[in-house]
């Protein structure tokens, strides 16, 4: 069984839905617009995935292997539907905002992936875990290109965040820059795989970085071969 940290490291950073796996990328540059357009569609995709692992790890030994797939899909499509209906219910502006990418969610390839892949051949807590994690990089993926498209866009942080998310987040509307012109591109469909694809090189490049620093392992040992190396007859002193 994988360990907790390796979870939350492959979530977050190492299998993040979008930067990793490449997955969901239709709501993602669809609903980008605005980091709180992102912030929304990820906090609902978030339920789902935690409610999708939760009953499909407790529900693994009771599923025929035959008809797995149709059952993680009607699991999956119960709570979208639950998550629709609170969303128009409590926060209806948002709902009308983002439309029918939420009912898509059942479509999402990177929750019915989870399930299928480490729900069903794991325990309960792990699995809730597991879609924890994604959901928070999942969603942390969505607000960070929101936040890139809408600031090079309209010079704008989280705008329109209390009337679409309720009066608690107003703290999180911005004005970044007076008077600006913006970049409309940013704001349309290429602007978004633009911006997908720098943060995506960002990443890779982060990765490439990490993966050249040696480790104290490492370091401890070319010490030491240094050391030896230096002593008269290749001995340590």
Not at 104 to 128: D, H, K, M, W, Y
Not at 200 to 209: G, N, S, T, Y
Request: glycine share 10%.
């Amino acid at each position: 069984m994988s360990t907790y940290s390796q979870i939350i490291r492959d979530g977050l950073w190492h299998n993040n839905v979008v930067f990793g796996q490449l997955l969901a990328l239709c709501p993602l540059l669809a609903v980008t617009s605005t980091a709180t357009n992102g912030l929304g569609m990820g906090l609902a995709s978030t339920a789902v995935l935690v409610g999708s692992n939760l009953l499909v790890s407790m529900t693994r030994s009771l599923i025929s292997p035959k008809v797995r797939i149709p059952i993680f899909v009607l699991l999956i499509a119960t709570l979208v539907s639950l998550v629709d209906m609170t969303m128009n219910a409590w926060l209806h502006d948002l709902h009308k905002m983002l439309g029918l990418f939420i009912p898509l969610i059942v479509t999402n390839c990177a929750i019915l992936g989870r399930a299928e892949a480490f729900a069903s051949r794991q325990p309960v807590l792990p699995s809730i875990v597991d879609g924890l994690m994604m959901g928070i990089g999942f969603t942390l993926a969505l607000v960070l290109l929101g936040a890139t498209r809408e600031i090079l866009g309209s010079g704008t942080l989280f705008a329109n965040a209390s009337l679409l998310l309720g009066s608690g987040f107003t703290g999180l509307e911005l004005v970044l820059f007076e008077d600006y012109q913006g970049i409309v591109l940013m704001l349309l469909p290429p602007g978004g795989f633009l911006a997908l694809g720098f943060l995506i090189v960002a990443k890779r490049l982060l990765d490439r970085r990490f993966e050249q620093r040696p480790t104290n392992t490492q370091a401890n040992q070319i010490t030491v071969t240094d050391l030896d190396e230096s002593s008269p007859g290749g001995e340590t002193a």
